[in-house]
Every structure is written in structure tokens, then in C-alpha cells.
């Protein structure tokens, strides 16, 4: 019943910026923590930054300073504001978010498709 669909992907060139987001839509009641990950070539997923129902972030140490994750708790959206990209960033990011549906009881975790994020240098 729920579905994430990231966007915002593209290719630019080192020091620019790009803005992703990520729209969630089924039956939700509510997002508990938002989160967007990163996988790149030969490398394993890796935490990208985190945001919870109460607005607390937490970003890997490579992205902190340069990245800004947000939420809108309206229309169930996440953002991830990139600046001063480097080479380094070039990666699939994938957002996540653990959601109460309006049916069920706790939360579960959906992931997103993936949009292609490619700095050159």
C-alpha cells in the first residue's frame, strides 16, 4: 500500500549542488525517521543522514557540513539538499522511511528506487 519514489538525480560538476527528494504516498498515517543512503560503485550501502518525527538529524561525517536533509509532514516528502558535491558523492541514493500505515499497528521500513547521483570532476 505504500510506495516511495526518489528524484532529483543527474549529473554536475564538482562543487555544485543538487537537490533530491523523496515522495511517500499509500495509506500512511505517519513517517517516524526518514533516511537516505547511498551506494556507489564496488562499495556497500552507506548511511547518508537520518530525520526523525521530532526533527532530530544525524549525517555520516563526509556529508555533515555539506548536506541538509528536511521532511514536510503534509504531503509526506523528504529532501536531502546537496552542496559542494565532490566526485566522491557519485552513488545511487536511496531514501527510506518507516511508516505507521493507517492499518496496522507499529512501522515498517519502505526503500525507494534510487536516483543516480553522478559529480564530475
Known amino acids: 500500500q505504500v510506495q516511495l519514489v526518489a528524484s532529483g538525480g543527474g549529473l554536475v560538476q564538482a562543487g555544485g549542488s543538487l537537490d533530491l527528494s523523496c515522495a511517500a504516498s499509500?495509506?500512511?498515517?505517519?513517517?517516524?525517521?526518514w533516511g537516505w543512503y547511498r551506494q556507489a560503485p564496488g562499495q556497500q550501502r552507506e548511511l547518508v543522514a537520518q530525520i526523525t518525527r521530532e526533527l532530530v538529524t544525524n549525517y555520516q561525517d563526509s556529508m555533515k557540513g555539506r548536506f541538509t536533509i528536511s521532511r514536510d509532514d503534509v504531503s509526506n516528502v523528504a529532501y536531502l539538499r546537496m552542496n559542494s558535491l565532490k566526485p566522491e558523492d557519485t552513488a545511487v541514493y536511496y531514501c527510506s522511511a518507516d511508516v505507521q500505515a493507517t492499518d496496522r499497528e507499529g512501522y515498517q521500513t519502505y526503500w525507494g528506487q534510487g536516483t543516480q547521483v553522478t559529480v564530475s570532476s
Open positions: 499509500g495509506s500512511i498515517l505517519r513517517v517516524y525517521t
